[in-house]
């Protein structure tokens, strides 16, 4: 497959399908994806407007993605680190350098914020969760 050289709909689509194909099938990030999400075509449909909104600016996405990740009390910087590393492999493999880039950009200035809400602004704690029995 060739590399998208522009940000479309279309290529927002094979990003969003593609990073969550890699999501589902990771040892770390994926088991927490797996117990969360029952209905994977809502949800990579959502992801794909989310994106669209921030890359193209579309008013598709109705929601608010940080309540939804600050209920998840097993994240750590661990799996933003990853989500992070997967998100960037899988950018570069769609698109070109620069669309590529932008991306990436964007996906760090969110994974940032995030984690200054979570870990700073709510006192989360950075360590590993006891294991569940």
């Not at 996906?107 to 200054?116: E, G, L, P, R």
Request: no cysteine; aromatic share 12%; net charge negative.
């Amino acid at each position: 497959m060739s590399k998208h050289a522009t940000i479309s709909e279309d290529s927002i689509r094979d990003l969003v399908h593609q990073f969550y194909a890699q999501v589902r099938e990771d040892d770390l990030i994926g088991p927490i994806f797996q117990a969360r999400i029952k209905d994977w075509d809502t949800h990579l449909a959502k992801m794909v407007d989310f994106w669209s909104g921030v890359m193209l600016k579309t008013t598709r996405y109705e929601g608010r993605p940080f309540p939804a990740h600050a209920q998840i009390s097993e994240i750590r910087k661990t799996h933003f680190a990853r989500w992070l590393d997967l998100f960037q492999t899988t950018a570069h493999s769609v698109f070109e350098e620069t669309p590529a880039h932008e991306f990436i950009k964007r996906s760090h200035m969110i994974a940032d914020n995030f984690q200054h809400l979570l870990f700073t602004v709510l006192g989360r704690e950075d360590t590993e969760a006891a294991p569940q029995d």
